[in-house]
């Protein structure tokens, strides 16, 4: 079939289900990284550029954790998940709050800032060599007839839907998490009831971080770590978070299905190259004509 | 010169105007008063367009404006101001009313010196260099009036303008709108003060809950029990009543 | 500060930068001066919009981009001479600028969403320009044929085999000369009614559109003035260099480093962008043979020093370098006067 000139194959369904599967596999993980942008956005209103940079910097921890002391990816998780949230508490507290000034704009520059100067630290000190992890299971999994899921995947989708349940219990069990819903919808009234706000800044910040920092964990396995990964990622979890509503985090775990799902097809019908446009194209779209995403907050 | 008929807009549900009917005559100086949010500045918003109706239209001079945008509305001679001071802040006084001089003056040296003309029309001929972020409460509700004034409008909406200012200014900006009256431009303006309601206007509409509840000369109109229960509360007007017999006796 | 003082100095810095050069004979240093006019230049296109307007773009890499590849590839497919396709180039991206534009504007995108939607064009971009080969050469890139003859120098726009004194300097001039073009029009369009409306834009959309001013209009202009202020970038990059590919035209960098020199010169002046420019890559330079000698010649330091720089700026000199200056000068003046 040819549309505007691009031919477009067509498969048989067990293909195109195959490149679905594969699609909610890595659509989990980039549900997993929009969740902790949109907590971000939905508590401090801030657009965390500097999301992508972060999760370079733990895929690299991950990394060399398991280069060095030979720690298993996944069990490092339980260093670098803390590690991420006082990473990103401490930096929302120092750097982000002091810096900032309210206005949005400047705030997302200030966040580009960071992303710069962790990026080329990076670029600096690990080079731009691409580091793999090899683990004796990655390439073990069990076969689905369309397709075949290799434990690591399984270990993704797993992972993003269990801390989605933590967060989500936190968020609404405990005081803290009941905190932060406080803040992210009244700010000035949480401050009047007591509520110390600059520190649920930046524990929302933290928690973001933390997010980003498990989501490494899942992802080193399948994914070599290099400088710029932190790049490509944001603009996905950016996608992710408009498409899903700014703020909700249903709207993330659905817009990273979705987004993971429409990656893969978009690859099958368009090929390697041309086939991530369609997350830009779905950025776009939704800008312009449903910018509150499928579940965000209408605003006035 | 403006007529609106039946206006009515509706957020989510709630009714902000319903059916809201007016005219300002030209010349005249028309008010419109309610209590807090009875829907005034959002009639204001649908008028000069930067609202649009659920329903009803906007008349201007005997062209409907009713869905056009706010630049054309006031290139054609409405031209509003807002309740919460919107001033370019990082530019001068002069500059920021040269902005608006340039929608009837091309080059900019005729701007500036035309804003430096109608600077001294609304009393701050003192602050030309001044930063308008740095200017008091008065100052700016002057420069919101002057930007105005230098877009040369048939009618002026003045949105609670003298919010905010101290007995003196008041004082002072009555006779500044006064006199713009009294230069050509039609005014109708919602307020607060009521002093400043009964000296300068001709007629009053009363807006309550986003409905015409009253209309008529300022004095009669803020007299109306109807009128007094709005501001008040349902059954103030009785219990004024009660107690002015009970001064009486 | 006065126009006069203001036009005064900026006669000796286009003095300065006039015969400096000759007095250079390292062709590093001319090539550090290249350098920075380029960015300065690119740091203004996006000072158009950014600093004037007020919008600010996380993708301006778009206007730099088509400028190069059409400039590239106009006379790659077609053998045209490089001064008329510069025209083209100039066009080309103004029109990419009015399709962004009319798309984000029409669509009220303001603030970090207007910030993400160029983003998202950028990359957008990046894709397609790798995906169509036929069109674009894809990852391949596009090569110009290096001219070897000198007498060809100047129709060909090359000056790597050409007289002794074009040879050094050929390039230099050139970047000059468009930055004294851009720059000219950027001071006009300060001092012109058309400045006035997109200032007052930034300064509060609202009540510009209340006071008569067509902001969907002006912010149009603007966005294509600075797109062909961009692409004049993109045309000398890509004379200079005879190479662009979708990386180069497309990616992050470009979009960074033209906002990095308008942000921490100082947004909306005119001399901003070219004092941002100066300083980062004067910082730079010290930088590498600070660090050099220590690490080795590893990339990353410079934008490090950058990222931190702009976060400095954005903290504690909003106004950047030229309203330190401004500041500056008004002390001066004020104790004279006092």
Known sequence: MELFGIHIPSYGWQTVLGSAISGVFLGSI????????????????IINFAHGALLMLAMYAVFYLWNSLGIDPYVAMLIVVPGGFLFGYVLQRSVISKASHGRDEIILLVTLGIAIVIENAALFFFSATERSVRVPYDLDGFDLGVTFVVYPELAALGGSLLITLALWLFMSRTDTGKAIRAVAKERQGARLVGINVDHIFAVSFGIGTACVAAAASLLVPTYAVHPQIGYLFVLIAFTVVVLGGMGSFVGALVGGFLI???????????????GVITISVIFILVLLFRPTGLFGQRSG | MLEVRSISKSFGGLAAVSEATLTVPQGKIISLIGPNGAGKTTLFALISGFLKPDQGSVTFNGLGITNQRPHRICQQGLVRTFQVVKPFANLTVRENIAVAAHTRIAKRALALDKAAEVAARVGLEGALEQSAGALTIAGRKRLELARALATEPKLLLLDEVMAGLNATEIHEIVDIIRSIRDAGVTIFLIEHVM????????????????????DGEPRAVTSSPQVIEAYLGHGAAERIAAMAGKFDA | MSDRARLMGWLILIAVLAIAPLFITSGRWIGFLEMTLFIAVLGQGWNILG??????????????GTGAYIQALLQFKFGWSPWITLWFAVSGAALVGAFVGYLSFRYGLKGSYFALITLAFAEAFHVLSRSFPSITEGGRGVQLALNQDPVQAISTFQFNFAGPFLKAYGFYYTIFAILLLTYWVTWWMERSRFGAQLVAIRENEDAAEALGINTFRVKMGAICLSAAVTASAGVYYVQKYLFIEPGIAYGPTKSVEALFAAIIGGVGTVLGPLLGSFF????????????????????????????????FVLAFVPRGLAGLLEALWKRKVGGRNA
Request: glycine share 16%; aromatic share 12%; net charge negative.
């Open chain 2, 195 to 214: 002093q400043a309601v009964m000296s300068l206007s001709d007629y009053t509409y009363v807006l309550n809950h986003g409905a015409m509840i009253a």
């Open chain 3, 280 to 311: 980062i890559h004067g910082v730079g330079e010290i930088a590498k043979e600070i660090i050099g000698p220590v690490f080795g010649d590893r990339p990353g330091v410079d934008l490090i020093l950058f990222g931190l720089i702009l976060i």
């Open chain 1, 260 to 274: 993971g799902i429409t990656e893969q097809l978009g690859r099958l019908y368009m090929g390697e190259s041309l």
């Open chain 3, 51 to 64: 600093g004037y307007g007020g919008q600010y773009s996380f993708g301006h890499a778009v206007f730099f």
């Open chain 1, 30 to 45: 980039y549900a997993l990284v929009a969740l902790g942008l949109t907590l971000i956005y939905g508590v401090l209103h």
